[in-house]
């Protein structure tokens, strides 16, 4: 992780409820300060082994000194973005990160080409192959 981002960044860490344990200790690892975390709520009941889950998060956390674009002080944590395939991220979330966020901006695993969004994900397997 810390080849992919700037000194001063943002970092948008999705994360299901059962990672949550997990993903903290793993933001703080790449050198992120956990700030908040943002909930999409899902209107169709998802999996889960306790509960069933309605919710996904993304934990927003910062590298270095650097607050939100000014958005960000009029943003909610709460999100009813519409759901779409499999693991897919909703649009709006996009929005977000634009709004509230500095360009440059990254994703790992992308499964959409955003010309605003750099693809950081390299297909080591497809790399192996040729």
């Given at each position: 992780?810390?080849e992919?981002?700037?000194?001063?960044?943002?970092?948008?860490?999705?994360?299901?409820?059962?990672?949550?344990?997990?993903?903290?200790?793993?933001?703080?690892?790449?050198?992120?300060?956990?700030?908040?975390?943002?909930?999409?709520?899902?209107?169709?009941?998802?999996?889960?082994?306790?509960?069933?889950?309605?919710?996904?998060?993304?934990?927003?956390?910062?590298?270095?000194?650097?607050?939100t674009r000014?958005?960000?002080?009029?943003?909610?944590?709460?999100?009813?973005w519409?759901?779409?395939?499999?693991?897919?991220?909703?649009?709006?979330?996009?929005?977000?990160?634009?709004?509230?966020?500095?360009?440059?901006?990254g994703?790992?695993?992308?499964?959409?080409?955003?010309?605003?969004?750099?693809?950081?994900?390299?297909?080591?397997?497809?790399?192996?192959?040729?």
């Amino acid at each position: 992780m810390a080849e992919w981002a700037d000194e001063r960044c943002h970092l948008y860490l999705w994360v299901t409820n059962n990672a949550l344990a997990v993903a903290l200790p793993l933001l703080a690892q790449w050198g992120f300060a956990y700030k908040a975390v943002h909930t999409w709520t899902k209107p169709e009941l998802g999996r889960g082994k306790y509960f069933r889950n309605t919710t996904e998060h993304v934990l927003f956390g910062v590298r270095g000194t650097v607050g939100t674009r000014s958005a960000g002080m009029a943003t909610p944590t709460h999100h009813a973005w519409p759901v779409g395939e499999h693991s897919e991220k909703p649009e709006g979330f996009y929005d977000l990160v634009r709004r509230c966020s500095y360009p440059p901006f990254g994703e790992a695993f992308q499964r959409q080409a955003r010309p605003d969004f750099v693809n950081l994900f390299r297909d080591v397997s497809r790399e192996a192959a040729e």
